[in-house]
Nanobody, 115 residues
Framework: QVQLVESGGGLVQPGGSLRLSCAAS????????MAWYSQAPGSPRVWVAT???????IYAGSVKGRFTISRDDAKNTVYLEMNSLKPEDTAIYYC?????????WGQGTQVTISS
């Protein structure tokens, strides 16, 4: 059974930082590309960043230079380091991967940027 569990969200002021984590189980983690998505209230879920099995990364233009995705295969965990946070980054953040014919998602972690 595939499980993805996000953590690390919270309320921070503009310009602040957060580090999100996503712990995976039920998959051979090192074989899986991992991605983060965000969903703001009333908006569709949008892609944020992806990390390949070899550690190559790609980012959405809105977060490039501010967010860093990384992975620790020994811990079956993917991270999203978020810096220079803006109010428009406020959203629920989800990690995701695929397994077989399905995409799997965690329950999400709320990130709120507000003064």
């Amino acid at each position: 059974q595939v499980q993805l569990v996000e953590s690390g969200g919270g309320l921070v002021q503009p310009g602040g930082s957060l580090r999100l984590s996503c712990a995976a189980s039920g998959i051979i983690f090192s074989n899986k590309p991992m991605a983060w998505y965000s969903q703001a209230p009333g908006s569709p879920r949008v892609w944020v960043a992806t990390i390949s099995t070899s550690g190559d990364t790609i980012y959405a233009g809105s977060v490039k230079g501010r967010f860093t995705i990384s992975r620790d295969d020994a811990k079956n965990t993917v991270y999203l380091e978020m810096n220079s946070l803006k109010p428009e980054d406020t959203a629920i953040y989800y990690c995701t991967t695929n397994h077989g014919a399905s995409n799997y998602w965690g329950q999400g972690t709320q990130v709120t940027i507000s003064s």
